[in-house]
């Protein structure tokens, strides 16, 4: 479950689904369910009192089991009518004698509203006026049912005489109205992930083709897909409680965040869980028929309130906020404060006011302070610091955009696996050159034939006596052309089954005879190398790992790489505020009015964003925990991996042709960041396991069976 919601609320939220199984039933229950019968239960059982203990994650839960039975329970609105009501009144909505709707109206005087749920069994209209901070309670004196794709259907509502008058201040107008459409799109998403879970169960039992269709390559990349957006969207919601919890100002920018994601992902997940269930999802005797108007009716209504809340990029550019923290524990943010010093001791400004660091400086003093080896045990010379320290770490050094990569990369890519598997001597030669961030290392992996299938590389090791001597040719080797060593797994044993049982990893200096380097510059500027090895000969002390053991050395490298998946939101934070930056020397020019195209572009990439940001720290919160096995960090991944290439793509759109300008052009938008971090965007998709291959790791993640597991049904 997500970050901002309490035990207890969870606890709450099983007892609502009970309650709902009882009373409703499943999304079904639609056309016919009793809602006057389950507002008179829900009064009884205290569901209308949260708002007096501004219990926002107990209401978050409860109206996710609302959401998941396509249940209209106007729950968020007694809700909004406790914030803005006097006790007295507040006490008449908790006891269900005062049923109120929340209508947010355009005109203050008016008596009508449209689009209104839940009306027939409402006594009362709350109508807010957000603009004015007018808030009315009056009694409904006629419903006229307006059929559509709402059922139960939406109804225009006439209010009769004003009952009573708040004089809101527009704080509590604009905090009720962030709790309004939160909980409206937190429906939508419950109901959208409800039919997410049933596309899963139907992708793992549904047979076509004599295989089970989670078996198809199509189905498992859409399913992860939508898992991905499902919980990004949920994590999006978490923190947005957690701030509305914790009381934060940042709390209605994190919820206007929140609604924005969900308003931009939900419809679209539940397209994809119809697309997986076929037909059977099409008819009106399954959940997933209901769940479909559920989740548009919401979400079209979102849009039309989305002029209400809070604007994102207003918040974003006129008033120069930044995207609302994440906190990962008070030793994190600590150390945090730690690092940024650092930074900010060898920030660089050069003579066009472009930033930088001094790297030789900075790579010394983070040397000095343990920082590449915060996560190894104190007997190596390691900090022993935990995987939030170190997430925090690599945040913050990608946020500064990464002076020190290399020496980064080093530490996660290789010291734990050095650790873990190199002899005494190797651990005395090279863990003391990661400590002071000195390993100029490249990593030999790919080869022309193996690229995503790494378990059919051929480069070939062959023993000799006490050495090996190696043939054969990698690709796309970064920085191979100044590496002092290359980490290289190769084949010792042809015949193994399964193929990767039979690779072996050295580490070998890269001045070894036999090594030719030829360099080719990639899309982002970098170089990368074809590297030929011809009868290179190296002794067996090169050798990290047992001989036919390197796999287990190579995933445990990957494994360590993926305490820092966070990079990718990071560096792409640090494009955002670059990006905001600019825009405010002249908002109104560079983005337009409110709900300029330009502007929900901006929006609709910040919340994106967020979300990447959500995902990222639930990841790393659950491998703090020791899930390692959680599916958060590869959905992490996928997801920044694909928001770089339509960030870099949106800043274009946003600025034109002055952001495709490069860093020589004097006075360039973001230093001439922008267009390379275009160029750089796709490799977040491609390099280190495809984004292809991630989904398929998430769907087995689900239950879906590999696709040969399915096509070995079939044969038998
Ligand atoms: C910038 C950059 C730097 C790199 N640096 C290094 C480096 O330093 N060292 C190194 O060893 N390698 C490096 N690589 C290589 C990288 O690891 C590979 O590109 C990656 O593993 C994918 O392999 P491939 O490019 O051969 O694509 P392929 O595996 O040929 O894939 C091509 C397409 O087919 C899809 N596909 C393949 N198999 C499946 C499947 N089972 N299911 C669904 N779709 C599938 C992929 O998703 C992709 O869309 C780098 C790559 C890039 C882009």
């Known amino acids: 479950m997500s970050t901002g919601i309490r035990a207890e609320a969870e606890d709450f939220g099983r007892t609502v689904a009970a309650v709902l199984d009882d009373r409703w039933g499943d999304a079904t229950a639609a056309p016919h369910g009793d809602l006057a019968g389950l507002w008179r239960t829900a009064a009884e059982q205290g569901w209308f009192e949260l708002a007096s203990e501004r219990a926002l994650d107990f209401l978050v ?392 299938d790494l378990a059919s590389l051929r480069t070939r090791a062959v023993r000799d006596g006490d050495h090996w001597v190696i043939n054969g040719q990698k690709s796309w080797t970064t920085r191979a052309h100044t590496a002092s060593h290359v980490w290289l797994a190769v084949r010792t044993d042809p015949d193994a089954v399964p193929r990767h049982a039979g690779i072996t990893i050295f580490l070998v200096p890269m001045d070894t005879p036999g090594i030719t380097v030829q360099q080719y510059t990639a899309l982002s500027g970098e170089v990368s190398c074809t590297v030929f090895y011809d009868d290179v000969r190296v002794p067996d002390s090169m050798r990290v790992g047992e001989v036919n053991g390197g796999w287990r050395v190579i995933t445990d490298a990957l494994a360590a790489e993926r305490v820092v998946m966070g990079g990718v939101a990071a560096t792409l934070l640090r494009q955002l505020d670059d990006l905001l930056e600019h825009l405010r020397t002249d908002p109104e020019r560079l983005l337009g009015a409110d709900g300029s195209a330009k502007r929900d572009r901006l929006e609709s990439l910040a919340a994106r964003l967020q979300a990447a940001r959500a995902l990222v720290l639930e990841a790393t919160r659950a491998m703090a925990g020791g899930g390692a096995s959680d599916l958060a960090a590869p959905m992490a991944g996928v997801l920044g991996g694909e928001l770089a290439e339509d960030f870099g793509q949106g800043v274009l759109e946003l600025l034109g042709p002055e952001a495709a300008l490069g860093a020589q052009v004097p006075g360039v938008p973001g230093g001439g960041g922008f267009e390379r971090a275009l160029r750089t965007s796709p490799m977040f998709v491609i390099g280190g396991g495809t984004n292809d291959i991630q989904r398929a790791i998430i769907a087995r993640g689900l239950g879906l069976p590999r696709e040969e597991r399915a096509a070995r049904k079939k044969e038998r």
Request: overall charge negative.
């Open 61 to 452: 839960a409860a109206v996710r089991e609302l959401g998941a039975r396509a249940c209209p329970l106007p729950l968020v609105d007694a809700y909004v009518a406790g914030l803005l009501l006097d006790a007295d009144r507040g006490a008449q909505v908790a006891s269900g004698q005062l049923r109120p709707i929340v209508a947010v109206v355009d005109d203050p005087d008016t008596d009508t509203a449209d689009h209104c749920e839940a009306a027939p069994q409402a006594t009362h209209l709350l109508l807010v006026h957000p603009a004015g901070g007018r808030v009315r309670l009056a009694p409904i004196s006629r419903t006229e049912p307006t059929p559509g794709l709402a059922v139960p259907a939406w109804s225009r509502v006439r209010a009769g005489a004003t009952e009573t008058e708040v004089a809101a201040d527009p704080a509590a107008v604009a905090d009720a109205l962030a709790v309004w459409t939160l909980g409206l799109a937190v429906r939508a998403l419950a109901a959208a992930e409800r039919g997410h879970e049933l596309a899963v169960a139907h992708a793992t039992t549904r047979e076509q083709f004599g295989r089970v269709i989670g078996g198809f390559g199509a189905v498992q990349q859409r399913v992860a897909a939508c898992h991905i957006e499902m919980a990004a969207a949920n994590a999006l919601v978490g923190d947005a409680v957690g701030h509305g919890l914790a009381g934060s100002g940042e709390w209605p920018l994190a919820a206007a965040l929140a609604v924005r994601h969900i308003g931009d992902t939900a419809t679209s997940v539940m397209f994809g869980a119809q697309h997986t269930l076929g037909a059977i999802g099409f008819f009106e005797e399954h959940e997933a028929a209901w769940l479909f108007r559920r989740v548009h009716a919401d979400v079209v209504r979102l849009h039309a309130h989305a002029r209400h809340a809070v604007r994102i990029s207003r918040a974003l550019v006129e008033q120069g906020r930044s995207l609302p923290s994440f906190h990962l524990g008070e030793a994190a943010e600590r150390f945090r404060a730690e690092v940024r010093a650092l930074l900010a001791e060898h920030r660089l400004v050069d003579e066009h006011g472009r930033e930088g660091h001094d790297q030789e400086g900075l790579r010394a003093a983070m040397a000095e302070r343990g920082l590449f080896s915060l996560g190894w045990p104190q007997e190596a010379g390691g900090r022993q610091a935990g995987v939030a320290e170190q997430a925090v770490l690599n945040e913050e050094m990608k946020y500064a955009r990464g002076p020190v990569d290399r020496a980064m990369s080093a530490t996660m890519l290789l010291g734990h696996s050095i650790l873990r598997h190199g002899t005494p001597e190797q651990q005395a030669e090279f863990l003391p050159l990661i400590r002071r961030g000195q390993l100029r290392f490249c990593l030999g992996y790919s080869e022309p034939e193996a690229g995503s």
